[in-house]
């Protein structure tokens, strides 16, 4: 298996809903390259452009996306999801297709699979990478189906990763520490974030809204900030979320619009506010957190994931929750006097799980499995 001075060939391939499953895998490919591994990655044109941004040069292979459509409505959510499963569960196949002959041609050693549930093989170690052990469905009946479909192909990987904290003060809650965990060997890496906390103690920016997720509802959002940024007082920044457009224009004389930014800009630009408002998805929430950021989190109507996130960390108090139909001026306003308190991120342990993963893979693959 091993190569040129125990150097090994990984392919890491996100899931494609929305580009927070990509930009968490940013720190791992990372990781992985300064331990001297090589790493290829697949996905859909977006995910491939955003990561090449990242990192130019590397090695990519298209690989198409679930596309999943999520419903304006809630109540229609269950309905939905059961319509699009036939799709799902095809793609799933094509991938095990897919990877079969990429490791083949490719003499690939590894893989990392974030939630594409079909990158898993018996003749090489898999890893699967998720913060969603148990899924949140507003459907008993359905969500006891997505469970077991969810763990039956987990545990068709050798090894579990859970980009969480381990105790009981966390940030998945019950989706990361659910009552009954999958067969396989987990491992809680802790959390990802590409972001370092640079300690500006005076704040350029008064708000920074970061605009993500799937449509339609991250067009919806968008409309609802846009119309009322001319209501918010202080200086605004409104990133859309937009890869592969580089577009900058002034809305008002406080409020500037961008389309996208890279790692190291945005990276800036956090530090550089006071507040960050933004969906509760996953990603989000673990690189505002690491950075011990001020956030007021909007949770995508009909994700049940993200609505339990929201609940979870206002309930800690790491994060404000803003609900549907609350008033976007007057939330601002009351995050002003929110008594935050901020996890400890002081340990990133990305890098000792790598180095345990090269270590199983020098002396026995086999011993990644229980």
């Given amino acids: ?25 940013i720190p791992i490919i990372y990781a992985l390259q300064n331990a001297d591994l090589q790493v290829i990655i697949a996905g859909n044109p977006t995910q491939v452009q955003l ?26 959510l269950p309905i939905k999801i059961l319509a699009q499963t036939p799709k799902i569960l095809f793609r799933i196949y094509n991938e095990k297709k ?3 002959k990429l490791i083949e041609e490719e003499k690939i050693d590894l893989v ?7 990158l898993s093989n018996s003749i090489i170690p898999c890893i699967f990478i998720t913060h969603q052990l148990e899924i949140k469905i507003p459907s008993r009946f359905l969500q006891r189906i997505v469970q077991k479909i969810n763990y039956h192909f987990i545990n068709q990987f050798s090894l579990c990763w859970v980009p969480d904290f381990e105790g009981e003060k966390n940030i998945a809650g019950d989706l990361s520490h659910p009552k009954k965990i999958p067969r396989t060997s987990l491992r809680y890496i802790g959390p990802l974030s590409r972001f370092e906390n640079q300690g500006i103690a005076s704040f350029k920016i008064n708000w920074l809204f970061l605009i993500s997720g799937p449509e339609p509802q991250r067009g919806i ?13 202080g200086k605004t920044i ?10 900058i224009y002034q809305l008002n004389e406080n409020c500037t619009v961008i389309n996208h930014l890279d790692t190291k800009d945005l990276e800036k630009i956090i530090n550089e506010s006071e507040f960050i408002i933004c969906r509760s998805g996953y990603t989000s929430l673990m690189e505002i957190l690491s950075l011990q950021k001020k956030s007021i989190i909007i949770s995508t109507p009909g994700q049940p994931e993200q609505e339990y996130l929201a609940q979870h960390l206002a309930a800690q108090k790491w994060c404000m929750e803003m609900k549907p139909g609350d008033d976007l001026p007057a939330t601002l306003e009351k995050a002003k006097t929110f008594e ?16 345990e ?5 020098k002396n026995n693959p086999s011993l990644i499995q229980k």
């Fill in 98 to 100: 897919w990877l079969k």
């Fill in 340 to 355: 935050y308190i901020f996890p400890d991120f002081s340990e990133m342990p990305i890098k000792k799980h790598v180095e």
């Fill in 238 to 247: 409104i990133l859309l979320g937009k890869p592969g457009k580089k577009n």
């Fill in 112 to 118: 990392i699979s974030d939630n594409r549930y079909g």
């Fill in 51 to 76: 990561l090449q941004k990242e990192f130019p040069g590397i090695l990519n292979f298209p690989l198409k996306g679930y596309n999943v459509h999520y419903s304006k409505k809630k109540s229609f």
């Fill in 221 to 233: 959002l968008e409309k609802n900030i846009l119309a009322n940024v001319h209501k918010i007082p």
């Fill in 357 to 361: 993963l090269i270590t199983l893979l």
């Fill in 1 to 25: 298996m091993g190569k040129n001075n125990f150097t090994y060939k990984v392919l890491v391939a996100p899931l494609d809903w929305g580009l927070g499953h990509t930009t968490r895998c």
